[in-house]
């Protein structure tokens, strides 16, 4: 007990007190960025302060200079990259809704089959009659500011309500849907243009909207032309080629919407597990039963 006592000698109240509130903090933080980009930035700034480590360890110094600069210069451009969050943290903190907690989801899931066929459908509804049209579907890479630059719906998805959204006259025609496993989260929301030189390609706003956004993050762009009613699919700042077949499409959607490599057979294990262990308790029940009963 003596090891205690010389370790409370030197922690104090207020020690105890810096601590909670260093971990309030930074659990509200995670909590603010979580479901948007600056997840994966925030990753990609600690991976470069681990190697800065590594390199100053191992003496390094060529290594360690290069990384100490691409430190530096990431800590300088934080707050630009950073910009959404830190307004709208400045926003919640004004309203005094910086401590409430909410419900949203954050894991990532591959979405149903059921959804896609209903977008696929939708899609080729509005390309017959040349309504044009602009669908994310979100993967990995969270994007819940580009969300909150629309009208929050979260809504189940349905045919008759992306037509309904995408109507000449609808507020909402205008911007992107994004859809969310299989909710319907906002529509009307603005997107990032594309960045990369597209003179030798004749391409209207939507197309270059749903470029933008595939080359910042993982997400899945449909976008239906108004002008021909041509339908492709973005992903990864590239534009497929016109798709003609409902089918067609919904196969590349799940195609590309579906879960890395390792997720899937990770889930094949656990069902696996999680099979076998359910009929080993169906065995063990049986066999407590009379033969009778068995059979």
Avoid at 105 to 110: G, L, M
Avoid at 183 to 211: N, V
Wanted: include cysteine; hydrophobic fraction near 45%.
């Amino acid at each position: 007990m003596s090891w205690i006592s010389a370790l409370f000698s030197y922690i104090g109240i207020t020690d105890v007190l810096d601590i909670l509130a260093t971990s309030v903090l930074v659990y509200y933080v995670l909590l603010l960025i979580r479901g948007t980009r600056a997840v994966q930035i925030l990753t990609g700034v600690f991976v470069l302060v681990g190697l800065l480590g590594v390199a100053s360890l191992l003496h390094l110094y060529l290594l360690e200079t290069i990384l100490r600069l691409l430190v530096v210069g990431a800590a300088v451009t934080l707050p630009i990259v950073f910009q959404p969050e830190l307004r709208r943290a400045l926003e919640q903190i004004g309203r005094g809704g910086f401590f409430r907690l909410n419900d949203e989801k954050s894991a990532w899931t591959r979405p149903e089959d059921k959804s896609i066929a209903t977008l696929a459908r939708a899609a080729f509804l509005l390309s017959r009659n040349k309504l044009g049209a602009l669908i994310v579907l979100e993967q990995q890479s969270g994007l819940k500011e580009f969300i909150e630059s629309g009208t929050i719906l979260d809504a189940q998805i349905s045919a008759e309500l992306i037509l309904a959204i995408f109507m000449p006259r609808s507020p909402l025609h205008d911007g992107a849907m994004i859809v969310r496993d299989d909710i319907l989260e906002a529509a009307g929301c603005f997107l990032p243009l594309a960045e990369q030189s597209l003179a030798e390609r004749r391409i209207g706003t939507r197309h270059r909207a749903a470029l933008g956004l595939t080359e910042q993050t993982d997400a899945v762009v449909v976008v239906v032309s108004e002008e021909t009613g041509a339908i492709s699919v973005a992903r990864e700042g590239k534009l497929s080629r016109p798709v003609e077949e409902e089918q067609r499409l919904v196969k590349i959607l799940l195609a590309v919407t579906r879960a890395p490599r390792e997720h899937r057979l990770t889930r094949d294990v656990v069902t696996h597990l999680r099979a076998r262990l359910t009929r080993r308790g169906q065995e063990e029940q049986l066999a407590d039963h009379p033969q009778e009963l068995r059979s």
